[in-house]
């Protein structure tokens, strides 16, 4: 059964402009990963942060985790029209399966 | 980076017949991988865990006499769908982890995902 679950479901913004997703969890984690889709396409991973780190920076990419309240937020700043995806957060209790939530469709209109 | 491929990427097949669709873990074993299957514009739900040299583990749901899963080497899996249906018809995706002496907070490595049409 999913467990995260994304907000908005969808988002367009444009061009340059900055992208906020949030996603929510229901059970204590280990790590939480945020994945991205682009369209018919496998997933690509984008950043792993671990239960006991609050903020992570990848290039344009800036996750949180606040586990008190299970829920963590992707930002892509700057964003180009090549960010036109659909974005995943998945949370992992161990070495078991990941669990995905429904996920953002960030459309960047140019 | 550890790299997962997956193969065919797109097939068409008639109902009533069997698709075997591949999984390898070209750079790392992958003694556990996943087989997840995603609807349009919905997320990834797992369907099974494939154990090497084991009977795999489904998910609540899924048959296992029509989706068959052999993971007969520390690098291959495969997903059979059986008796394929219309309904059958989605996007069929693949993932392992590579965890060296069952280390955990490790990323996951997806195939490039198998588009299955049953006409």
């Known amino acids: 059964s999913q467990q995260g679950e994304e907000d908005p479901q969808a988002l367009s913004i444009q061009e340059g402009e900055n992208a906020t997703m949030n996603c929510s969890y229901k059970t204590s984690i280990n790590n939480l990963q945020w994945y991205r889709q682009n369209s018919g396409r496998g997933l690509v991973h984008l950043i792993l942060i671990r239960s006991n780190e609050r903020e992570k920076h990848s290039g344009r990419l800036r996750v949180t985790l606040d586990t008190s309240k299970k829920s963590s937020s992707l930002l892509i700043t700057a964003s180009r029209a090549a960010d036109t995806a659909s974005y995943f957060c998945?949370?992992?209790?161990?070495?078991?399966?990941?669990?995905f939530g429904k996920g953002t469709r960030l459309s960047v209109i140019a | 980076g550890a790299v997962v491929s997956q193969h065919p990427s797109r097939v068409i097949c008639k109902s009533g017949t069997s698709v075997k669709i591949e999984c390898r873990s070209l750079d790392f074993q992958a003694t556990t991988m996943f087989w997840y299957r995603q609807f349009p514009k919905q997320s990834l739900m797992l369907m099974a865990t494939s154990n090497e040299g084991s009977k795999a583990t489904y998910e609540q749901g899924v048959e296992k006499d029509k989706f068959l899963i052999n993971h007969a080497s520390l690098t291959l899996s495969t997903l059979t769908v059986t008796s394929a249906h219309p309904e059958d018809s989605s996007f069929y995706i693949c993932?392992?982890?590579?965890?060296?002496?069952?280390?955990?907070?490790?990323?996951?490595?997806f195939g490039q995902g198998t588009r299955l049409t049953v006409v």
């Open positions: 998945a949370t992992d209790l161990g070495i078991t399966p990941l669990v």
């Open positions: 993932s392992a982890r590579d965890l060296p002496g069952g280390q955990m907070n490790t990323e996951a490595f």
